[in-house]
């Protein structure tokens, strides 16, 4: 089997995304199709040039499978992360008709029950990428199956691919069920309220989402939320063997110390509140 190296491909477009992410499209020549073949949930490292280092990080592709026969492109999403060098690079600075260095999808997160009725998905922030790549897959080649997803931010104007999910949820009429769970939004009902915790995760499978009735569970967002809903959902009952996760660890902070790795964590987490604060401030003012 040949090692997969970096191809260069050009980006197509750059689409603007809530909370400053950016959805990015690369177009995919003949000669690579074969290559870019992806499942959903795989993703994609991208490799570029940034303040005269070479970096690379992974993302996942968030469009669905059919994507790269009919239109010959892949999409990935985006989101800065606080002091994040990457990240704010390609929000910022990378556009239409840039070229960047990309290997070929890799990753083991996806679908392994390909006859599931009914999954599920996890979800908080940028984690929607690879599972909204799942969900419009299996949508789209599983005209019985069905799909509820559970998704965890701030408030609406801060949801990603929001257009995108309305658009699934429009095209596949009472197949796709959209639970948006906000943390610093009012919301008329209190289970949509808060944060994709353990409480929440029980609350949501009493009132939604029957232990029987989850074929496969995809779970993607933050650390804690991860462990926290994989742990409730065992205990619910429902088989390790349905349940998927997949983490987005960035190499910078995977290559700290626990305790310098917990600071850095927290110091971001300052700083975003500090920064809404103020946006609330400037909004409600
Ligand atoms: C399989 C996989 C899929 C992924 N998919 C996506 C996706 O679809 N969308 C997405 O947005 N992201 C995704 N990610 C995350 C992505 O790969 C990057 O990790 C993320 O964008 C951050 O990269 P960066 O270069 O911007 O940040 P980095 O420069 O790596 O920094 C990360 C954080 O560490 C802090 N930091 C850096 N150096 C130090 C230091 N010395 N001390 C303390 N703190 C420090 C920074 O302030 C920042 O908050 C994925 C990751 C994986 C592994």
Known sequence: MAIPRFHDLTVSRINPEAAGAVAVTLAIPPALRETFAFDPGQFLTLRADVNGESVRRSYSICCPRSRLAQAHEVQVGIRPMDGGVFSNWAATQLKAGDTISVMPPDGRFGVRRPHALHRVGFAVGSGITPILSIMASTLEEHP????????????????????????????YTGRLTLIHILSRQAQEVDLLQGHIDADKVRAIVKALLPVGSMDEVFICGPEAMIDTTEATLLEAGVPQRQIHTERFTSPTLAA??????????????????????????????
Do not use: C, H
């Not at 931010?153 to 949801?159: F, K, L, T």
């Not at 110390?257 to 500090?274: I, L, Y």
């Open 144 to 171: 019985e199956s069905r799909f509820t997803l559970v998704y965890g931010n701030r408030r609406m104007a801060s949801v990603m691919f929001n257009e995108t999910l309305q658009d699934l949820k429009d095209r």
């Open 256 to 285: 700290l110390s626990p305790v310098e790795r917990r600071a850095a964590v927290a110091a971001g987490q300052q700083k975003t509140e500090g920064g809404n604060i103020t946006l609330t401030v400037v909004l409600d003012g």
